[in-house]
C-alpha cells in the first residue's frame, strides 16, 4: 500500500513540474510560416489566394475527406468579411471558420481561423516580387494562453502546420504555373 501512495505523490510532483515548466519556460504565441517561389506574376498568384472559394483549389485538406466535408460561403463575395465554414468528421480535417480581416490587394490577405473548442489563429498570405516570379509566404499565429498542455503541444505546431503549409503552397505553385495566365 505504501508503494501506491509514493507512486501517486511522484505522479502529482512530476505532473506539477510539468506544468510549471510549460508555463515559465516555453512560448505563448506559437507563429510558422513557410515561402515558396512561383514562376508567375502576382497577378496571377492573386487569385488563389485572395478569394476563399478558390481555396480548396490548393487547400493542403482538401483532398484529405472530399466526400465528407462540407463547405459554406457567407459575408462578402471578397475581400474584408468574406467567410468560409467547413465541416467534416474526419480529425485531421474538423470543423471551422475561416474570415479574411484584412486585405493589400495583389499583396496579402489576412484570416482569422476559428477551430471552435480547438482555439482560434490568424493566417496570412503574402505575395512579394522575386526576379520575375513571385515569392508566396505563408504564416500562421496563435496565442496558446495559460494552458501548460496547450504550451507543450505548441513545441510541436512547427512541424504540425509547417508541413502542411508546405504541402499546399507546393500545390499552389504547381496550380498557377500550369495554369493559362501564369505567363502573364
Sequence with gaps: MRWIVRFVVALVIMAALLAAVGLIFLPRYV???????????????WPY????????????WAGIDPQGTTYAYEG????????????SAHEQVGSGTQEVIA??????????????????????????????????TWDFRTDLGVNPVARWFGLMFDRW????????????????????????
Excluded at 489576412?110 to 526576379?131: I, K, S, Y
Design 76 to 87: 462578402a463575395d471578397s475581400g474584408v468579411g468574406q467567410t468560409m465554414h467547413w465541416s
Design 49 to 60: 489566394v485572395s478569394d476563399l472559394r478558390r481555396f480548396n483549389e490548393w487547400s493542403p
Design 103 to 136: 486585405i493589400d490587394p495583389g499583396r496579402s490577405v489576412e484570416t482569422r481561423l476559428d477551430f471552435g473548442e480547438m482555439g482560434t489563429a490568424q493566417a496570412g498570405l503574402t505575395l512579394t516580387p522575386n526576379e520575375g516570379a513571385t515569392e508566396v
Design 161 to 184: 502546420v509547417g508541413n502542411d503549409y508546405e504541402k499546399g503552397l507546393a500545390r499552389l505553385k504547381e496550380r498557377v504555373e500550369s495554369g493559362p495566365s501564369a505567363s502573364q
Design 31 to 45: 507563429s510558422v510560416s513557410r515561402s515558396v517561389v512561383i514562376s508567375a506574376p502576382a497577378s496571377a498568384v
